[in-house]
């Protein structure tokens, strides 16, 4: 059973527009969320993270909107770069656990 | 600062054969350790972790085994390798107690032919 999805396996966008990265979830009992993003053939890394008492956080060009309501979060990069080309990985966990639960990762292709 | 390092980190091993992929972490202690396997065309999927000395919970049935010998140490092992062992192998820690944020090794690229 997979509770945490992401249903686009890959996505690609022009320099300079906006990427949007979508995720879903099952478990009511998630109330932090993160994205990772992953270059080939290296560990992912950290890129932003959300608590379940907001529905918004920014870092620079990136930004996760969360609805809880809806189980869904989303990450925006704008404006998007080359370098952001990777694959985006969108986790989740819940309060007194021990680990996260990674979706199957969106492929992000930005084109110069 | 802390750090974390898996090795090795590419393997072609045959069928049959045993594995063995360690991963140490530094700058901190009782860390929890994971073991996560990336597949062809799949995402990352939790295979061990550990919250202590000797503390293994394993996430899913399989030909693998993880051991924990010393407090920053974390052994993925398999006495017989299987075809479908081929993946990318991943090693993380997380403060203890903590549901945030995962660091993840280098990852080690396994091959079975």
């Known amino acids: 059973d997979q509770q945490v999805k992401q249903n686009s396996p890959s996505l690609s966008v022009q320099e300079g527009r906006i990427s949007i990265l979508n995720c879903d979830y099952t478990?009511?009992?998630?109330?932090?969320f993160l994205w990772y993003k992953k270059y080939p053939a290296e560990g992912p890394t950290f890129l932003i993270s959300?608590?379940?008492?907001?529905d918004k956080n920014e870092d620079g060009r990136f930004t996760v909107f969360l609805n809880k309501s809806a189980k869904h979060l989303s990450l925006h990069i704008v404006p998007s770069q080359p370098g952001d080309s990777a694959v985006y990985f969108c986790?989740?966990?819940?309060?007194?656990?021990?680990?996260?639960?990674f979706g199957t990762g969106t492929r992000l292709a930005v084109r110069p | 600062s802390q750090t974390i390092h898996q090795w090795p980190a590419t393997l072609v091993q045959p069928v049959g054969s045993p594995l063995s992929l360690e991963c140490t972490v530094e700058?901190?202690?009782?860390?929890?350790l994971y073991w996560y396997r990336q597949a062809a065309g799949r995402g990352l999927q939790l295979l061990f972790y550990s919250v202590g000395i000797g503390q293994i919970s394993s996430e899913v049935p399989q030909n693998l085994s993880a051991s924990r010998p010393q407090d920053r140490q974390f052994i993925l092992s398999s006495k017989k390798l299987l075809l479908s062992d081929s993946g990318f192998y991943l090693c993380?820690?997380?403060?203890?107690?903590?549901?945030?944020?995962?660091?993840f090794g280098e990852g080690s690229r396994l091959t079975v032919l």
């Open positions: 993380a820690w997380s403060r203890s107690r903590n549901t945030g944020e995962l660091f």
């Open positions: 478990n009511s009992m998630f109330d932090y």
């Open positions: 986790a989740a966990s819940a309060t007194g656990g021990d680990k996260l639960t």
């Open positions: 959300i608590s379940s008492i907001k």
């Open positions: 700058g901190t202690s009782n860390p929890n």
